[in-house]
């Protein structure tokens, strides 16, 4: 009892003096506590569809980010992993009856290996030339897929897998823990050791390896970890879907989730995701003029990316926080000193 | 079958060739990875359908105003959208992607999804040992050909080419030397988005028309300029044709080849820099810092 009562005491100290000091922190917060009890207040279909959309496409930016945004190697061709993960899920439920719980990590182990596959020969490339010749390697197994019809299914795809549980409401609450814990531990990878070494690399490669880091293996780690991440939101959108098709593999995939992570903001994991729950309810939004819908959504990106080049939710951070010039740590824009340091913010 | 691999592959590398000079030459001078590039294509094949089908303009003015009006788009995009953001490599990116992505909608609103075409400017054909080869590839072949040998004068015979040349060598020392940058960037965007209606006009009436048009061009142009060395226009040159040829013998020779030609082209780009990580006559850039 007296144990618990020092947690919750512990809780508490943590809540009223780290959480609820700075806007974007009680953000986040609320952004938890919403996902995980809307069911109570709501259960429309509907809106637990997009959601859990959402959820899958959230964990898809983020490790988007976690490769291309923080060890700065752009990633255009991230729907590779997005496949390759639907697809092994797929055909390994399909043919080897495998449940869900067991076909989503393994399609999540064939995308780290697709991106060892990937990340070998882009070891000795960089900028702009790897940008482009990831986008290669999604089309080269689309080709693969197509010229394949009896085992994948060619244009149709594979269909007819289990559900990913047995109901709409706990389909979302798998997708939402699934995209809060792995978002977390993404989170939690770029705040550790290994996410300052993947600082260091995007920032200055030589230096990096001056200073006796391996750059090569953790390039290769790092391509590593976002193709298990993306694995897994592709393992969960074929078996949420119940259909693994050569879309999930198209030059569109990867644009659109580069497209999410840029509009949030790279080098966040929060931003993505933040872009995603932004940008993916806004086109269900959108159907209301479906031939204008695509059109709108380009055209709202150019706009926002004009105002805001480093993405939308860091420049929205910045308006309502400010960084103490002495310690560095971060304070609510209304505040004349910093709450740690006393020294006067300007 | 020899002579049809030669013609395919001949107009697909010419194709490729001039999109992808167009790309490489604006990302040489100003650092701009333009995916919009092959949409500047659509668009003015749009252009061109749009003058001689609906107007009933003859064809040569149709595609002379649709290169001239797709240029000035160009430009003005360039200044509206991808200007204010070109520090920022990211938000070029996916800036030039939504600008296609926008483009695209717009032809999809206007012209409906449905496949057009547009007629050829010269009609009939000549045998030779018994493959059909009309007239109208011949002039597309040749008519590349010589604009890649005005390109290729304007760059290394006059005074804006050399403006062109140094600041794709280096920007900072280019701009020391009293040359304008910001002019010279936006002269190439010019040029690059007329090389692209260009080849719209003498591609548009060998193929068909419809909004996606540019997506598969765009990767073989990718692949093109990676292949042949990011800004190096022999590089792009050789490697459109080289790539051209492959797809075409991968359509006639595989039997289900017309699925396979991406992958097979882009895994020739993937060997290739496995090898010479800069592309073929590419340049190992400094670290730019």
Not at chain 1, 6 to 32: C, M
Not at chain 1, 165 to 185: E, N, T
Not at chain 1, 205 to 232: D, M, P, Q
Not at chain 2, 40 to 57: E, P, Q, S
Request: glycine fraction near 10%; proline fraction near 4%.
């Amino acid at each position: 009892m007296g144990i618990l009562g020092f947690y919750l005491r512990k809780l508490y100290t943590i809540l009223k003096t780290e959480v609820l000091v700075l806007p974007s922190r009680i953000v986040a917060l609320l952004f938890f506590l919403v996902l995980l009890l809307l069911p109570v207040v709501t259960q429309d279909p509907y809106l637990l569809r997009i959601l859990i959309l959402a959820n899958i496409f959230a964990i898809l930016a983020a490790s988007w980010d976690l490769l291309s945004g923080f060890t700065g190697q752009m990633n255009f061709g991230h729907a590779l992993f997005f496949g390759v993960g639907a697809y092994t899920a797929a055909l390994l439920n399909l043919h080897a009856h495998l449940p869900p719980w067991g076909s989503i990590p393994v399609g999540a182990l064939a995308a780290v290996l697709a991106g060892l596959i990937v990340g070998i020969p882009c070891l000795r490339l960089r900028g702009t030339y790897l940008a482009l010749t990831t986008l290669a390697f999604p089309i080269i197994l689309m080709g693969i897929v197509f010229t394949l019809p009896n085992i994948t299914g060619g244009e149709l795809g594979v269909s007819g897998l289990d559900r990913l549980s047995r109901s709409r409401l706990s389909d979302y609450y798998v997708s939402v823990v699934c995209m809060l814990g792995l978002c977390a531990i993404m989170w939690k990878i770029t705040d550790s050791n290994t996410g300052i070494i993947f600082h260091a690399i995007r920032e200055d490669e030589v230096a990096a390896r001056v200073s006796g880091i391996n750059t090569t293996r953790y390039k290769l780690l790092a391509f590593c970890l976002s193709g298990f991440f993306a694995g897994i939101s592709g393992g969960l959108y074929a078996h949420f879907m119940r259909i693994a098709g050569p879309s999930t593999l198209e030059v569109s995939m990867s644009f659109t989730v580069v497209i999410w992570a840029v509009f949030g903001g790279i080098v966040t994991i929060y931003g993505p995701v933040g872009a995603v729950f932004i940008l993916f309810p806004l086109l269900e939004f959108l159907r209301f003029w479906p031939e204008y819908r695509t059109l709108m959504f380009a055209i709202l990106i150019l706009v926002i990316l004009l105002y805001m080049p480093d993405g939308l939710l860091p420049w929205l951070r910045d308006k309502i926080e400010k960084e103490c010039p002495r310690c560095k740590i971060r304070n609510v824009a209304t505040r004349k000193t910093c709450r740690t340091c006393t020294a006067a913010l300007d | 079958m020899i002579l049809d691999i030669i013609i395919s592959g001949l107009i697909s590398g010419s194709m490729y060739a001039l999109l992808a000079i167009g790309f490489s030459l604006i990302f040489g001078v100003a650092r701009i990875v333009n995916i919009a590039h092959t949409a500047f294509y659509m668009v003015a094949a749009y252009c061109i359908y749009y003058g001689t089908h609906r107007l009933g303009y003859h064809p040569i003015l149709g595609m002379t105003a649709a290169v001239i009006l797709v240029t000035l788009f160009g430009l003005i995009c360039y200044k509206l959208f991808i200007d204010p953001i070109r520090e920022h490599e990211a938000a070029v990116l996916i800036g030039t992607i939504a600008l296609a992505i926008a483009m695209q909608e717009i032809m999809l609103l206007v012209f409906t999804g449905d496949f057009l075409s547009v007629p050829s400017l010269v009609k009939g054909y000549v045998k030779i040992f018994g493959v059909k080869v009309f007239y109208q590839q011949l002039l597309t072949v040749g008519t590349v050909l010589f604009i890649l040998a005005a390109l290729r004068a304007l760059l290394m015979k006059t005074r804006l080419g050399l403006a062109i040349r140094s600041t794709a060598e280096d920007r900072e020392v280019a701009n020391l030397m009293g040359m304008n940058e910001s002019r010279v960037a936006m002269i190439t965007m010019g040029i690059s988005v007329g090389l692209a209606a260009f080849t719209g006009a003498v591609i548009v009436p060998l193929t068909i028309l419809h909004p996606h048009m540019w997506m598969h061009p765009l990767i073989m142009i990718m692949a093109v300029v990676v292949l042949g060395g990011l800004g190096s226009i022999r590089g792009s040159f050789l490697g459109a044709y080289i790539l051209g040829f492959a797809e075409a013998l991968v359509v006639f020779l595989i039997p289900m080849g017309a699925f396979l030609k991406g992958s097979v082209a882009l895994s020739i780009m993937i060997l290739v820099l496995l090898i010479r990580p800069e592309g073929l006559f590419g340049v190992a850039f400094e670290e730019e810092r």
